[in-house]
């Protein structure tokens, strides 16, 4: 990884996020029967009970997804388990540790008799009892009139989203509210109680953007604000899971409740402590803040990269020990059609498992590619150089180990000079069962130009420009580009950097060879304070991605969710979701940095 040093920017949110969230005990007051026996009666075959079993599959989901996204917390409750972990029963239903006010029955035909007696208790002491939809018809999966009298005395709703919410209103412990008024549909939640204290933790949930000018593009810095309640009076504490700081928010309590406002960005998450208090009010001084200027960074910039540039050879001709030379063909391509011939094992088995069993053949790939200039410098990165015989251009290299390229195991070897023209790489590797043809790599300070599969070395970039550096001589590069520009300060005064449209791992900025931090999420800024007037340097590091280095460069689905191994192998699956040409994503900062400067700069939150 390009990245690996600041893990921890990630890390330490995360392991933040968990102290708080695995403390106490959390605050729910809603308890779900879990259908599955319901959907036990339904499992057959699928040409005469798939349907009912995708409806009731999506009514499940619908639920837990109408809940959570109105703010409504809850458990769901085993019924094999309800008899040994029911406990005290009154306007509560205890189960474990937990107490429910209220307990909804939803997707159910069947329920057991153990669980029709318990609820019956409960809806006796007064406890609450929601029943979706229509009455279970079966107990214990035969037929009975006893769910239907438990029914008929409980609060029904409909299954749709509006009917189920107004009924478990009461229980709502946390409301999220729009500016509009209207319920926030787009965020989760999570209370816990610990010590005396609560911890509330909010995060964004997935949402499909319907809006022609909101398109939940991770380019836009667009900020929500919005309304949080909670039942209680309270003093909101927000904990920082990003800076690890600690920053009093403006709050009000009303009619025993807590609220207060919170801007949040797309990839925001937010964790509260909230104290007991007799406070009523808290506003925190800010200042209005008007920029006294804004700078533009457009021209090309001096830049500095962290490795060598790159290029993948994956695509060669071959042949098996003396044969002549076949048509070029892809890597992965090569490893089957040679096993397969050889009656060699390709799977996917770790070598280490296979007993090792030398077959005595070699592959000889032939990698031809032009240049533009004459270069010296050069190093091939391959696996298994030192059983490897390199010829390149006609000259027989030596197999002297220099280095590594991203894993030790892919080792680097000095080439001689690259001739402008033509010049021809000739690898021949032993092949047997436990060794495998992998696509080897060309590092040195050059550009490259890549039409379609050809690749010419080029002279690099004297200057970068903002935008994705594959149309800039790295299409393969993968790791980090140090962008340095000036920028000039108007007076004594502060500065906010926005670097809002990026492509990569995260961001580092520097000025002046001081350290700012890191900006990786929206909305892409970070400060600078004290700048004094005049010029300054200001770098900005962006972490880079290997995957247009190490990913499966030919996959054609772009659509795929998951990458994993099968995306290597789609050239097997008959669905044209690959092809020869490369599958190249952008990497860079694609837009100049907007400077921002104040006399005394605000802060985001």
Known sequence: SSWYNEYSYIENHFARVCTAMTRGKPIVKVGIIHPIETYWLRFG???????????????????????????????????????????????????????????????????????????????????????????????????????????????????????????????????????????????????????????????????????????????????????????????????????????????????????????????????????????????????????????????????????????????????????????????RKIQKIVKDELHLPNDRTQPYAIKNIKSGHTVTLKYTFNSEIELKGTKLALEDAEKSKIIFNGETVKITIDGYFTDKSIKTVSLPAILKGENILEITIPIDNRSSIEACFLLGNFGVKLKGIEKTVTSPEKMLGFGDIGMQGMPFYGANIEYSMNIEAPCDCDAVIAVRNYRGMVMRANLDGKDLGIIAFSPYEIKANGLTKGRHKLRITLYGSRNNCFGPLHMADDKLRWVGPEAWKFMYDGKARWKYEYNLSPLGILAGPEIRYYKNAPTNK
């Open 45 to 331: 075959p699928n040409d005469s009970t798939g349907e009912e079993r995708k409806t009731m599959d999506d009514q499940f989901h619908m639920l837990a997804e109408w809940l959570l996204r109105g703010t409504i917390d809850f458990d769901y409750i085993c019924e094999s388990l309800l008899p040994e972990q029911a406990g005290e029963i009154g306007n509560t239903l205890s189960v474990g540790a937990m107490k429910y006010s209220a307990v909804v029955v939803a997707g159910c035909e069947t329920l057991r008799s153990t669980t029709v007696n318990i609820l019956k208790r409960f809806a006796d002491a007064g406890g609450k009892i929601i029943f979706v939809g229509k009455p279970p018809k079966y107990m214990d999966a035969v037929l009975s009139d006893e769910p239907k009298l438990l029914y008929e005395k409980c609060t029904h709703a409909d299954y749709t989203k509006s009917s189920i919410l107004n009924s478990l209103s009461a229980e709502r412990t946390v409301e999220v509210r729009e500016t509009d008024g209207n319920l926030c549909d787009r965020m989760c939640y999570q209370l816990r109680e610990d010590n005396g204290c609560l911890w509330l933790f909010l995060a964004h949930m997935h949402y499909n953007y319907e809006s022609m000018f909101e398109t939940g593009s991770e380019n836009l810095a667009d900020c929500k604000m919005r309304k949080i309640t909670v039942k209680g009076t309270y003093e909101p504490l927000v904990y920082d899971t990003l800076s690890g700081e600690i920053k009093k928010i403006d709050f009000e309590t009303v009619n025993g409740n807590t609220s207060f406002y919170y801007p949040f960005y797309s990839n925001d998450s937010l964790l509260v402590k909230l104290t007991r208090t007799a406070k009523t009010k808290r506003t925190v001084k800010r200042e209005p803040a008007k920029p006294l200027s804004v700078q533009y960074i457009t021209e090309p910039i001096d830049y500095k990269l962290s490795e060598h540039n790159v290029i993948v050879f994956d695509i060669a001709q071959y042949h098996v020990d003396d044969e002549p030379f076949r048509e070029r063909e892809e890597i």
